[in-house]
């Protein structure tokens, strides 16, 4: 784990970076191939894998990386301050200034984290008499992120999407 206060932050910096990268370019993918332009799709995936790579490597010299239970913990507590603090917040400041786009970005998100917190703290349950998790699909709505396990509602509870709408994992 890097322990020198600025390597420590060059490598935040460059883990958020890389992070950010990997998303933009899976996205600029899914929209490349939405036009029909698949191989241009496939060069921006690639590149995201690659940015993905760096991420992981930062991550993991910052020492981020624990146990499977101390990395739910984590991850509940992620989704528990994106619900109590974050997304709220986003969405008053939205609200005020009347971005009605951002304001239903955060109540996606927002309704979207308080399903997955209540998942993390349920996996973390198995994860205390050493079992995973059953063996279940489970269903994220491509529209707001609502997730749900083994069925697909006939429209999501959050935004009204279809159930063709719904990825399956």
Aim: with cysteine.
């Amino acid at each position: 784990m890097v322990k020198k206060e600025m390597t420590r932050k060059f490598l935040e910096d460059a883990f958020c970076g890389e992070s950010k990268a990997h998303m933009k370019y899976t996205i600029y993918a899914e929209d490349a191939e939405a036009q029909g332009k698949k191989n241009l799709a496939r060069l921006w995936r690639a590149i995201a894998y690659a940015e993905f790579v760096h991420a992981r490597n930062h991550f993991k010299a910052l020492g981020y990386l624990g146990s499977v239970g101390d990395n739910l913990e984590d991850s509940a507590a992620g989704e528990h301050f994106e619900i109590e603090e974050m997304y709220p917040v986003y969405k008053n400041a939205s609200e005020f200034q009347e971005e009605k786009e951002a304001v239903r970005s955060a109540h996606y998100a927002l309704e979207a984290e308080k399903i997955h917190e209540e998942m993390y703290k349920e996996a973390k349950k198995h994860l205390e008499t050493n079992e995973d998790l059953e063996d279940k699909k489970v269903y994220v709505c491509k529209i707001c992120g609502y997730t749900t396990f083994d069925e697909i509602p006939e429209k999501c509870p959050v935004c009204g999407a279809t159930s063709s709408q719904f990825e399956e994992f």
